[in-house]
């Protein structure tokens, strides 16, 4: 796939873009299928499994920030809710067809039906929390110029993914006797924090990779300016 990519005829710079974009859209279905698993210590939950692929999504964006803009990067974003919504549409019609195992169709429903609440929780945290990481991405290299990467991308995901995980977390897991995933609040409380600094570590890990790779597009970028 990505060979017959690069033998398109547009500009280089944009084929880096839409594989970043690609990625990133694939991530952001994926983490929403991995989150309603929790990872355990000693017995207790501590972390969502969507924290597998959140800090590359959010990787991602950084990348198409500082490359495309903020409204770009945006507009990815509501692409990837779009996505979501579409897929959770096909996994629930699926789900109401009558299987011939009980057993397949229960374990499929389990892994793959998220309920409504989760879905909506899930595109109004990852809308809100994008925004938040696109603009500040932008804002700081408005202000700072091609200096101070690392400073705007960790910043800009550690806001972006407390607000996501807060957001998420309340929606789709407060315990309102509405589903018997509901959390306790201590859980809601706690959580949601644990779950951002341990992504903003990753992102802090990751940096340099996606460092390299957006001064890599934009290098490119200015070398089709002339």
Same mark, same amino acid.
């Given at each position: 796939m990505f060979n017959k990519l690069f033998t398109m005829d547009i500009k280089k710079s944009y084929k880096y873009v839409l594989i970043v974009l690609f990625c990133?859209?694939?991530?952001?279905?994926?983490?929403?299928?991995?989150?309603?698993?929790?990872?355990?210590f000693y017995g207790l939950p501590i972390? $969502?499994?969507?924290?597998?692929?959140?800090? #590359?999504? @959010?990787?991602?964006?950084d990348i198409l920030t500082e490359c495309m803009g903020e409204k770009f990067a945006f507009r990815a974003c509501l692409g990837g809710v779009?996505?979501?919504?579409?897929?959770s549409l096909i996994t629930w019609i699926c789900i109401s067809i009558k299987g011939d195992n009980e057993y397949v169709a229960e374990c499929y429903a389990l892994v793959l039906g998220s309920s409504l609440?989760?879905?909506l929780a899930s595109a109004i945290a990852?809308?809100?929390?994008?925004?938040?990481?696109?603009?500040?991405?932008d804002k700081l290299h408005k202000k700072h110029g091609e200096k101070k990467y690392y400073f705007?991308?960790?910043?800009?995901?550690?806001? $972006?993914?407390?607000?996501?995980?807060?957001? #998420?977390? @309340?929606?789709?897991?407060?315990?309102?006797?509405w589903s018997a995933l509901e959390k306790s609040w201590e859980m809601i409380a706690f959580l949601p924090i644990l779950s951002a600094i341990a992504e903003t570590v990753i992102e802090?890990?990751?940096?340099?990779?996606?460092?390299?790779?957006?001064?890599?597009?934009?290098?490119?970028?200015?070398?089709?300016?002339g």
């Amino acid at each position: 796939m990505f060979n017959k990519l690069f033998t398109m005829d547009i500009k280089k710079s944009y084929k880096y873009v839409l594989i970043v974009l690609f990625c990133f859209l694939i991530g952001s279905v994926m983490q929403n299928i991995l989150v309603v698993k929790t990872f355990e210590f000693y017995g207790l939950p501590i972390l $969502g499994a969507g924290i597998v692929l959140t800090w #590359f999504v @959010f990787a991602c964006s950084d990348i198409l920030t500082e490359c495309m803009g903020e409204k770009f990067a945006f507009r990815a974003c509501l692409g990837g809710v779009a996505i979501n919504l579409i897929w959770s549409l096909i996994t629930w019609i699926c789900i109401s067809i009558k299987g011939d195992n009980e057993y397949v169709a229960e374990c499929y429903a389990l892994v793959l039906g998220s309920s409504l609440r989760i879905t909506l929780a899930s595109a109004i945290a990852y809308i809100g929390g994008s925004y938040l990481n696109n603009h500040i991405m932008d804002k700081l290299h408005k202000k700072h110029g091609e200096k101070k990467y690392y400073f705007r991308a960790i910043l800009s995901t550690a806001i $972006g993914q407390l607000f996501d995980d807060y957001v #998420f977390w @309340f929606l789709a897991f407060a315990p309102f006797g509405w589903s018997a995933l509901e959390k306790s609040w201590e859980m809601i409380a706690f959580l949601p924090i644990l779950s951002a600094i341990a992504e903003t570590v990753i992102e802090a890990v990751i940096t340099p990779v996606s460092k390299r790779v957006a001064y890599k597009i934009k290098a490119q970028q200015v070398l089709e300016r002339g």
